[in-house]
């Protein structure tokens, strides 16, 4: 992407311009929440104004438009994942809701006494929690993959889990805290062949690089709108046809039935069965619409535009005395964590943010993670197609005046 490119995207992003203490705002916090575009925001605007009215069961023209709305945004988070079967498309509040709903509704299903789900070492607690509340209720056993130096998965060690008892795996795409791009191709053949399904955690990934469930051939896929340029509340779960059809229902309620009676209810056909309540139909087509703006810039340009940022700020930040960059794997997306020194993470980011640059500090919701590289925590600096080097030139300026502070 070249600097009009760049210069156009920013324009889109109204939040840019922000004065933050009177600095240029520099947002490298894209990892916990990314920033909305004027169509996203105008989606909503024109969602509420024009088109609202609760879906599916209503006759009149403005519920029919807003249910054609919603549908319509299913087909294209459908395409953007591969699969040509809209049904496997469950909205959810994001990645934690899809999480829980597998780890319930699965749970249920397939899991008793004794069996092991697998997880690995540097899950974000959204997947590592649901697990565990599973295992506590059907008392089995949660098996945590390790990862070497770099931040990598130990495959041998994953392969040496599996067994008759592993019901589920679970892993993240990208870690949010290495930023290692993890070998889920491989993970979910692994599984496969001992007949035991995979679940994605794709919440940092669907934002910063091309994702294919199909080819993949995971069984299910989970990730949230709100880092990935839509609204906060609104997520996705796809879930292969067959598995979804097979594992009962997560909540009960409106929608998600077919008959209700007293003596027996019946369940919707997918994806209905479900989603239970009021859906968020406007979160939806907002983010059908933050799809429709990664897709227009081109997820393969975006991949490439961030891995040269993320090289570019690791290059700079390694000239710094005492720099210690945590997670340096191969096949890394554009998250770089790190500590300088002995100074707590905390500290710095503080006196960043006073600086008008806004960094993530802390355990990054991966606190087994955390503990076991033995740190306090990290900073963490993630990056979006609409930062720029001289965003990082700035940054690492202001971070070597901030260690001189310190010191
Ligand atoms: N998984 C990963 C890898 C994440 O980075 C996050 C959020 O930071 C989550 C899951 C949870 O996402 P949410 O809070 O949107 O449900």
């Known amino acids: 992407m070249n600097e009009q490119q760049i210069n156009d995207i920013r324009n889109d992003f109204p939040i840019l311009s922000e004065k933050i203490y009177n ?34 069961r209503g006759v009149h023209f403005l519920s029919q438009k807003a249910t054609e ?3 319509e945004a299913r087909s294209i988070v459908a395409n953007f994942l591969g699969t040509d079967k809209k049904e496997e498309i469950i909205f959810t509040r994001g990645t934690t809701e899809a999480i829980n709903l597998i780890a319930f509704s699965y749970g249920e299903a397939y899991c008793s006494e004794g069996d092991e ?10 997947n590592i929690v649901p697990w565990q509340m599973l295992c506590e209720r059907k008392k089995m ?6 990862a070497n130096e770099a931040g990598e ?38 599984a496969h062949a001992q007949n035991t399904p995979v679940l994605i955690d794709g919440a940092q990934a669907v934002p910063h690089i091309a994702v ?12 949230s709108g709100h880092k990935i340029y839509a609204p906060t509340g609104i997520g996705v779960l796809y879930g292969k046809e067959n598995w979804l059809n097979a594992i009962p229902p997560y909540q009960g309620g409106g929608e ?23 859906p968020d139909y406007i979160g939806s087509t907002a983010l059908a619409e933050a799809l429709k703006y990664v897709l227009n810039i081109g997820i393969d340009k975006i991949a490439d535009y961030e891995h040269q940022l993320m090289m570019y700020a690791t290059e700079e ?82 971070l070597k005046k901030v260690v001189t502070m310190l010191s």
Do not use: W
Request: proline content about 3%; some cysteine; aromatic content about 8%.
């Open 23 to 56: 600095k240029d705002l520099i947002y490298f916090d894209n990892g916990a929440t990314t920033q909305k575009p004027r169509s996203v925001v105008e989606k909503i605007e024109q969602g509420y104004y024009h088109t609202n009215a609760n879906i599916h």
């Open 69 to 71: 709305a919603h549908e």
């Open 117 to 126: 789900i697998v997880v690995s070492v540097m899950e974000h607690h959204s």
């Open 141 to 146: 056993t949660l098996r945590v993959i390790p």
């Open 153 to 190: 998965l130990d495959m041998t060690a994953y392969q040496n889990m599996l067994n008759e008892r592993t019901k589920l795996v679970s892993v993240m795409h990208v870690s949010n805290v290495l930023g290692t791009i993890n070998p889920v191709a491989d993970i979910i053949k692994l």
């Open 212 to 223: 294919n469930v199909k080819e993949l051939d995971a069984d299910f896929y989970v990730f």
């Open 256 to 278: 998600m039935i077919s008959t209700v009676s007293f003596k027996k209810t019946t369940y919707n056909e997918l994806p209905f069965k479900f989603e239970a309540g009021t």
């Open 317 to 398: 930040l390694n000239k710094i005395q005492g720099m210690r960059i945590i997670g340096n794997a191969q096949n890394k997306s554009s998250v770089i964590s790190f500590l300088v020194n002995d100074i707590h993470p905390y500290d710095i980011g503080m006196l960043l943010d006073k600086l008008g640059i806004a960094v993530r500090t802390g355990h990054h919701c991966a606190q087994p993670l955390i503990d076991s590289l033995g740190i306090p925590g990290t900073i963490r600096v993630s990056f979006a197609f609409y930062n720029t080097k001289a965003e990082i030139d700035v940054f690492v300026t202001a």
